[in-house]
């Protein structure tokens, strides 16, 4: 496998759409509960995790760009190759791809179980994932702009959703927050190892890459797209202590959404009926992203047809879909999905990065 790849004008975007994909791929599902996952390990000092989190998630996305500059057009998949040669390589990069099916059906699942909860508690899930996975298969199939444009879109018809939550906020009570720093050191940094599900997608960069014309600029929307983020956990993580006691905080599983019970209008008396329905706009660029990541990864790996890849990806995600029934199972497959998903993301670029500089140190000392 050739490390870099060749990507025409047309299949090309600027770097300036960073910004949406690194924000709406790391904003979805996991957003919904992790004030209550946050509050479990730090407690009131989980503000504190959030932002110890942020700043490494800024670390590790500088080592991932760094590792990026090294080649001129690669990927992950090409770079792994690379290094530990087409074996090793092709390995680790069905790890990857294992890795982001389950993040994928993990979305599709938790969301799945949002509307039952919420809205529809008979709805079947096999139907609302066949309606999830038609709007995947509809957006992927029309290539990389298609799915960014979604982004794009999606982003400007969500982000109103920030102010609605005056409406708690106006109901905080500041003493939740005291004492401050409570906590141990190790139950922070326990804290900050939890928002590992809820950020996860920054490895979409390591993907999409070849596919930015100005690479030189891909660093200023990165960090920004990681600003808003940490932002915005660190928003609801907040509000949610401030509003909810310490009893309901760690009994109410997702948060998030449970803010917009109190938020109404005068035509509108169950606005989160209407949030939980517009979060699908949420949840959607994860799932296609997550799912183009997918068809990338087959398609330079294993040579497959894009289409047929892309149906057979959706059938899996279907029977996938229907095998985790019960919340235990769900809970354990994103449990697993988000372990897995820290040492391949906030630990694994840190080695790729230190065997790069060790081969480009015996590069030069072969040389001279």
């Not at 496998?1 to 709406?24: E, P, W």
């Not at 939890?194 to 600029?217: A, H, Q, R």
């Not at 109410?252 to 517009?278: G, M, P, Y």
């Given at each position: 496998?050739n490390a870099?790849?060749t990507?025409?004008?047309s299949q090309?975007?600027?770097?300036?759409?960073?910004?949406?994909?690194?924000?709406?791929?790391?904003?979805?599902?996991?957003?919904?509960?992790?004030?209550?996952?946050?509050?479990?390990?730090?407690g009131?000092?989980?503000?504190?995790?959030?932002?110890?989190?942020?700043?490494y998630?800024?670390?590790?996305?500088?080592?991932?760009?760094l590792i990026?500059?090294?080649?001129?057009?690669?990927?992950?998949?090409?770079?792994?190759?690379?290094?530990?040669?087409?074996?090793?390589?092709?390995?680790?990069?069905?790890?990857?791809?294992?890795?982001i099916?389950?993040?994928?059906l993990?979305?599709?699942?938790?969301?799945?179980?949002?509307?039952?909860v919420?809205?529809f508690?008979?709805?079947?899930?096999?139907?609302?994932?066949?309606?999830?996975?038609?709007?995947?298969?509809?957006?992927?199939?029309?290539?990389?702009?298609?799915v960014?444009?979604?982004?794009?879109?999606?982003?400007?018809?969500?982000i109103?959703?920030?102010?609605?939550?005056?409406?708690?906020?106006?109901?905080?009570?500041w003493?939740?927050?005291l004492?401050?720093?409570?906590?141990?050191?190790?139950?922070?940094?326990?804290?900050?190892?939890?928002?590992?599900?809820t950020?996860?997608?920054?490895?979409?960069?390591?993907?999409?890459?070849?596919?930015?014309?100005?690479?030189?600029?891909?660093?200023?929307?990165?960090?920004?797209?990681?600003?808003?983020?940490?932002?915005?956990?660190?928003?609801?993580?907040?509000?949610?202590?401030?509003?909810?006691?310490?009893?309901?905080?760690?009994?109410?599983?997702?948060?998030?959404?449970?803010?917009f019970?109190?938020?109404?209008?005068?035509?509108?008396?169950?606005?989160?009926?209407?949030?939980?329905a517009i979060?699908m706009?949420v949840?959607?660029p994860?799932?296609?992203?997550?799912?183009?990541i997918?068809l990338?990864?087959?398609?330079?790996?294993?040579?497959?047809?894009?289409?047929?890849?892309?149906?057979?990806?959706?059938?899996?995600?279907?029977?996938?879909?229907?095998?985790?029934?019960?919340?235990?199972?769900?809970?354990?497959?994103?449990?697993?999905?988000?372990?897995?998903?820290?040492?391949?993301?906030f630990?694994?670029?840190?080695?790729?990065?230190?065997?790069?500089?060790?081969?480009?140190i015996?590069r030069?000392?072969?040389a001279?």
């Amino acid at each position: 496998m050739n490390a870099n790849i060749t990507v025409t004008k047309s299949q090309s975007v600027r770097a300036f759409y960073l910004f949406f994909i690194i924000h709406t791929i790391q904003i979805g599902a996991g957003l919904m509960g992790v004030p209550r996952i946050l509050f479990l390990e730090a407690g009131s000092d989980a503000w504190v995790s959030i932002l110890i989190g942020g700043l490494y998630i800024h670390f590790i996305a500088w080592i991932m760009i760094l590792i990026l500059r090294e080649y001129e057009n690669a990927d992950i998949l090409g770079i792994q190759c690379d290094l530990f040669g087409a074996f090793f390589g092709k390995l680790m990069g069905c790890i990857f791809i294992i890795y982001i099916f389950f993040i994928l059906l993990s979305v599709i699942r938790n969301y799945i179980e949002v509307v039952q909860v919420f809205i529809f508690p008979e709805i079947p899930i096999w139907l609302m994932t066949l309606f999830l996975l038609f709007l995947m298969i509809y957006c992927v199939s029309g290539g990389l702009r298609v799915v960014i444009g979604t982004c794009f879109l999606f982003f400007f018809l969500t982000i109103w959703l920030v102010f609605t939550i005056y409406t708690p906020v106006t109901y905080m009570d500041w003493g939740h927050f005291l004492p401050v720093f409570q906590s141990s050191p190790l139950e922070i940094l326990k804290g900050s190892q939890k928002m590992t599900y809820t950020v996860l997608g920054m490895e979409v960069l390591l993907f999409v890459y070849p596919y930015i014309e100005n690479k030189k600029k891909i660093a200023v929307p990165v960090h920004l797209a990681i600003v808003l983020t940490t932002f915005l956990i660190l928003l609801v993580t907040v509000v949610s202590i401030g509003y909810f006691s310490d009893y309901q905080l760690r009994e109410t599983v997702w948060a998030t959404l449970s803010l917009f019970k109190i938020v109404s209008f005068s035509i509108i008396e169950r606005f989160d009926f209407i949030a939980v329905a517009i979060w699908m706009m949420v949840i959607i660029p994860n799932i296609v992203l997550f799912c183009w990541i997918l068809l990338h990864s087959v398609k330079r790996m294993f040579n497959f047809q894009g289409k047929r890849s892309l149906y057979v990806i959706a059938v899996f995600l279907f029977i996938g879909s229907i095998l985790f029934e019960y919340r235990m199972s769900v809970n354990q497959m994103t449990d697993l999905t988000a372990q897995v998903g820290f040492y391949l993301v906030f630990v694994y670029p840190l080695f790729l990065y230190l065997v790069l500089q060790v081969r480009k140190i015996w590069r030069k000392r072969r040389a001279s």
